[in-house]
Structure formats: structure tokens, C-alpha cells
């Protein structure tokens, strides 16, 4: 059996909030589990104590038996101190878009402009 520790959608439409399960992956998202292990509030402001709550003994038994916990969850698993904090590589989401670099293109032409007409003056009233 593939176990998973995921996020199972509640709460109404706009206002999610999420059980953390461990289950079978083949199973639906919001359908059967094994076992609820914590909760997280999206809603919350991040600073909040409240946002995600987990029992971390059960957590770390699931680990132990072999379940794999999702993307959302290992994130939350690291800021707790249960996982080991994985290297993440996204080379394209640090690179600016075509606007962001024409825009900066444009400034830094601006700026060599506005450098030439300044040193301009100080040439001028250096040969006098």
C-alpha cells in the first residue's frame, strides 16, 4: 500500500482549511483515511500558532512506515524540525520576465544618460 501524509480539502467555497492524513494514495482527496493528524489553516495570518497544528508522534510513526508526505507538507515538516530542510532548484522562477527586463534596460539607459550630461558640465568647467 503507497501511504501518503496529505492535505484533505473542508471548510466552504472561498474559505479552505485543510485536515492533515495520512491514507492510501489511490484513495480520493477528501475521501477515506487511515488516520487525521493535524490541521492547517490557510486563512490565518503565517506567524499564527493556530495555522497548522499536528500531532508530530503520529506524524513521525507514518514516516516510519514508510508514507510520503506531499510537497505542502514536507515544507510545513521542515519549519517544525521533523524533516531535514531539502535543496530546492527553480532556475526560472528567479528570472525576470521580458517587461521586467525592459524596464530595466530603459533605466539603466536613463542613467548613463543623466552620468554623461553631468560629467559634460564638470569637463566644461575644468578646461576653464
Do not use: C, H
Given at each position: 500500500?503507497?501511504?501518503?501524509i496529505r492535505?484533505?480539502?473542508?471548510?466552504?467555497?472561498?474559505?479552505?482549511?485543510?485536515?492533515?492524513?495520512?491514507?492510501d494514495s489511490?484513495?480520493?482527496?477528501d475521501?477515506?483515511?487511515?488516520?487525521?493528524?493535524g490541521?492547517?489553516?490557510?486563512?490565518?495570518?503565517?506567524?499564527?500558532?493556530?495555522?497548522?497544528?499536528?500531532d508530530?508522534?503520529?506524524?513521525?510513526?507514518?514516516?516510519?512506515?514508510?508514507?510520503?508526505?506531499?510537497?505542502?507538507?514536507?515544507?510545513?515538516?521542515?519549519?517544525?524540525?521533523?524533516?531535514?530542510?531539502?535543496?530546492?532548484n527553480?532556475?526560472?522562477?528567479?528570472?525576470?520576465?521580458k517587461?521586467?527586463?525592459?524596464r530595466?534596460?530603459?533605466?539603466?539607459?536613463?542613467?548613463?544618460?543623466?552620468?554623461?550630461?553631468?560629467?559634460?558640465?564638470?569637463?566644461?568647467?575644468?578646461?576653464e
Amino acid at each position: 500500500m503507497a501511504l501518503k501524509i496529505r492535505l484533505a480539502r473542508g471548510g466552504s467555497k472561498k474559505r479552505p482549511f485543510y485536515r492533515i492524513v495520512a491514507t492510501d494514495s489511490r484513495m480520493p482527496r477528501d475521501g477515506r483515511f487511515i488516520e487525521k493528524l493535524g490541521v492547517y489553516n490557510p486563512l490565518l495570518p503565517k506567524d499564527s500558532e493556530e495555522r497548522v497544528k499536528m500531532d508530530m508522534e503520529r506524524v513521525k510513526y507514518w514516516l516510519g512506515e514508510g508514507a510520503q508526505p506531499t510537497d505542502r507538507i514536507a515544507r510545513m515538516l521542515e519549519a517544525a524540525g521533523v524533516l531535514t530542510k531539502k535543496e530546492r532548484n527553480n532556475p526560472k522562477s528567479g528570472t525576470p520576465g521580458k517587461k521586467a527586463v525592459e524596464r530595466a534596460e530603459e533605466k539603466a539607459a536613463k542613467a548613463a544618460e543623466a552620468a554623461e550630461a553631468s560629467a559634460a558640465p564638470a569637463e566644461e568647467a575644468a578646461a576653464e
